[in-house]
């Protein structure tokens, strides 16, 4: 599920992930509901309107005419939630993906992840690599964690050490 404010990107982003081969439920007006007390499901609040796009400059286009059937879905589960938002200079950003934010969404702990926008960065492709390496949590491995498990034995080793002060200043 992509958010953020008005203009920040979030229908070029999901058009271009539409393009990519993803499916759109819809557009701006998203109606969720939790099932099972642990699933939370997000549908589009209009059935009449909600495979449709306002992209600005373009105006309303419909998805499933322009990509076909197979471009849309009418339900699917909200496993991440993106948030998209300015980028912000004097914003300390989570660099390692070691954060572990999650937002409650009717009861149920969504993981959550912010992506500061700016020019030059290719927001579909840092979409679905967080969206791969959320279903990798999932199952059970965590790369910010092996990073750093990694970088503890290195230190642990001495090979830091030596590759910092050169092999002669090495203790």
């Not at 197979?70 to 912000?88: H, N, Y």
């Not at 965590?142 to 642990?156: C, G, H, M, P, Y």
């Amino acid at each position: 599920m992509l958010g953020g404010h008005s203009g920040v990107g979030k229908s070029e982003t999901a058009l271009e992930l539409v393009e990519r081969g993803h499916r759109l439920v819809a557009d701006d007006i998203v109606e969720v509901r939790c099932v099972n007390g642990n699933t939370v499901l997000g549908r589009g609040a209009n059935s009449l309107i909600s495979h449709h796009m306002e992209i600005r400059g373009l105006g309303i286009i419909n998805i499933s005419q322009l990509y076909g059937i197979g471009s849309i879905l009418e339900q699917k589960e909200i496993q991440l939630v993106v948030e998209l938002e300015e980028w912000d200079p004097n914003k300390v950003y989570d660099r390692l993906g070691t954060a572990g934010r999650s937002i409650d969404m009717l009861g149920v702990k969504i993981p959550a992840i912010e992506i500061p926008v700016k020019p030059g960065r290719n927001l579909p492709i840092i979409i679905e690599a967080a969206a791969m390496n959320e279903r990798l949590k999932k199952m059970g491995y965590n790369s910010a964690r092996d990073f750093n498990q990694n970088i503890l034995k290195w230190i642990e080793t001495g090979d830091a050490q030596a590759a910092y002060y050169g092999t002669e200043d090495a203790y």
